[in-house]
C-alpha cells in the first residue's frame, strides 16, 4: 500500500532560524496536503498542493510539489515560538482510493526562544 | 459554524468494557473519516463513512470495532471488550467532497484503557 515518509522525526531551532521538513511517499500522488497539530490538539489543515512543481506560500511558510508528485516540502523562515507543533504530510493517491489520505509520521517542531 | 464536534473529549474506560465515540461533521459536510493517533505517531486511516454507508474500513480490526453514520445523529465510532492496545487519540474528520479538499478535524477523544 502506500507509504508516505517524513523526515526529521523531530527538529528543535533557535527563534529566528528556519526550518524544513520533507516527506516522500512511495507512489505518485494526485495531491499533497500539510496540517499543523499543536501539543495537545488536533491536525489544522494549512494547505493542498495539486500541480506538478507546483509552489505556495502562505507568510513565512513555503510548501512545494516535486515535479514526479512523489514528494513535497514544508519551508518555515525565521520560526517564532507560535510555530511550535508537529507537521503533517498526507498525501491522496490515485485511482479508486483518492479519496483517502494517508499520513506521514510528522516533525515535532520545538523553538527556544 | 460550529466545527467538527466529538464527545467526549477524554474516555476512561477498564479493560473488557466498551467505548463508544461520537463525531458530528460539519454543517454541509456528508463525509466522515476517523483516525486514530498513537503517542508520537502519525494519524493512521481507519474508515471512510457517507450517510448510511460505510466506503472503505480497511484500516479499521475486523473484531471489535464497528462504525457507523446514521440517517440522523453523529457517526459512533464502538469499540467493543477494550485492551489496553486500545488506548490512543481517536480524531474523525469531515469534508464535503472526496478527492478535493482538506480535512476538517475535530478536538479527538483521548481513550485511556485502564
Known amino acids: 500500500g502506500q507509504q508516505v515518509m517524513q523526515i526529521p522525526q523531530y527538529q528543535h531551532v533557535q527563534e529566528g532560524e528556519d526550518f524544513t521538513t520533507y516527506c516522500n511517499s512511495s507512489t505518485t500522488l494526485s495531491n499533497i496536503q500539510w496540517y499543523k497539530q499543536r501539543p495537545g490538539g488536533h491536525p489544522v489543515f494549512l494547505i493542498q498542493l495539486v500541480k506538478s512543481g507546483e509552489v505556495k506560500k502562505q507568510k513565512r511558510l513555503t510548501f512545494q510539489f516535486g515535479e514526479a508528485k512523489k514528494n513535497s516540502s514544508l519551508h518555515i523562515t525565521a520560526t517564532q515560538t507560535t510555530d511550535v507543533g508537529t507537521y503533517f504530510c498526507a498525501g491522496r493517491g490515485s485511482g479508486g482510493s483518492n479519496y483517502k489520505l494517508t499520513f506521514g509520521k510528522g516533525t515535532l517542531l520545538t523553538v527556544n526562544p | 459554524n460550529a466545527g467538527v464536534m466529538q464527545n467526549p473529549r477524554h474516555l476512561v474506560r477498564r479493560r473488557g468494557q466498551e467505548a463508544r465515540l461520537r463525531c458530528s461533521p460539519m454543517k454541509g459536510h456528508s463525509h466522515v473519516y476517523w483516525y486514530r493517533q498513537l503517542p508520537e505517531e502519525g494519524l493512521k486511516f481507519m474508515v471512510y463513512?457517507?450517510?448510511?454507508?460505510?466506503?472503505?474500513e480497511s484500516g479499521m480490526p475486523k473484531e471489535r470495532f464497528s462504525a457507523e453514520f446514521p440517517k440522523e445523529g453523529p457517526s459512533i465510532l464502538r469499540i467493543q471488550q477494550v485492551v489496553r492496545g486500545d488506548s490512543a487519540a481517536y480524531f474523525c474528520a469531515s469534508s464535503p467532497a472526496t478527492g478535493l479538499d482538506g480535512y476538517t478535524f475535530g478536538s479527538g477523544t483521548r481513550l485511556t484503557v485502564v
Open positions: 463513512l457517507q450517510k448510511e454507508n460505510i466506503i472503505d
